[in-house]
């Protein structure tokens, strides 16, 4: 028997970080299906691009965005406004890995500040601009999405794993 497609975010508006590619796209994927329109921002252009491109019409599009650069967040929430009138659900998913597993003594400053910068200030930064529109509607939902390595040893980067600690 066919059953009818539940549009659950049907009006919903909705941003992914980090959605040209992994858990981000998949994320991106679902939303549309269930009738969300849904901004993609990466900075992966061409995987962001192609993404949008296999999507019909105006339920997926693609902002340039890396989520590290509070100047980048801010103009991501207010594009989404200026384009839907709205933000209904910020999806705040990007997150970088960094360099490979190595002991700790041979991490490079730069590589650790990076990595925090992104998966962490990144999704700071996310929240608190999604909220900038959010509050004063008094409706919207801000969700991060973290991973279980925190929980783990030796399966990823020290940056990595300290960086999704809840």
Same mark, same amino acid.
């Given at each position: 028997?066919?059953?009818?497609?539940?549009?659950?975010?049907?009006? /919903?508006?909705?941003?992914?970080?980090?959605?040209?590619?992994? +858990?981000?796209?998949?994320?991106? /994927?679902?939303?549309?299906? *269930?009738?969300?329109?849904?901004?993609?921002?990466?900075?992966?252009?061409?995987?962001?691009?192609? &993404?949008?491109?296999?999507?019909?019409?105006?339920? %997926?599009?693609? %902002? *340039?965005?890396?989520?590290?650069?509070?100047?980048?967040?801010?103009?991501?929430?207010?594009?989404t406004i200026s384009k839907h009138g709205k933000?209904?659900?910020?999806?705040?998913?990007?997150?970088?890995?960094?360099? $490979? %597993?190595? $002991?700790? &003594?041979?991490?490079?400053?730069?590589? +650790?500040?990076?990595? +925090?910068?992104?998966?962490?200030?990144?999704? +700071? &930064?996310?929240? /608190?601009h999604a909220a900038r529109v959010m509050i $004063?509607? /008094?409706?919207?939902?801000? &969700?991060?999405?973290?991973?279980?390595?925190?929980?783990?040893?030796?399966?990823?980067? *020290?940056?990595?794993?300290?960086?999704?600690?809840?």
């Open positions: 028997m066919l059953t009818k497609p539940l549009y659950r975010l049907k009006r /919903k508006v909705a941003i992914i970080t980090g959605g040209a590619s992994g +858990f981000g796209k998949s994320t991106a /994927k679902l939303f549309v299906q *269930h009738g969300a329109k849904v901004i993609i921002s990466d900075v992966q252009d061409e995987q962001g691009i192609s &993404l949008c491109d296999e999507k019909v019409g105006i339920m %997926i599009s693609y %902002i *340039h965005c890396d989520i590290s650069n509070e100047n980048n967040v801010k103009n991501l929430i207010d594009l933000l209904d659900i910020m999806v705040n998913n990007a997150g970088i890995f960094g360099d $490979p %597993i190595m $002991p700790v &003594l041979e991490i490079s400053s730069e590589n +650790f500040k990076k990595v +925090f910068e992104t998966n962490a200030y990144g999704g +700071f &930064l996310g929240a /608190k $004063p509607r /008094k409706s919207g939902i801000i &969700l991060f999405t973290a991973s279980v390595v925190s929980a783990m040893e030796g399966l990823t980067p *020290h940056a990595y794993a300290m960086s999704n600690m809840q």
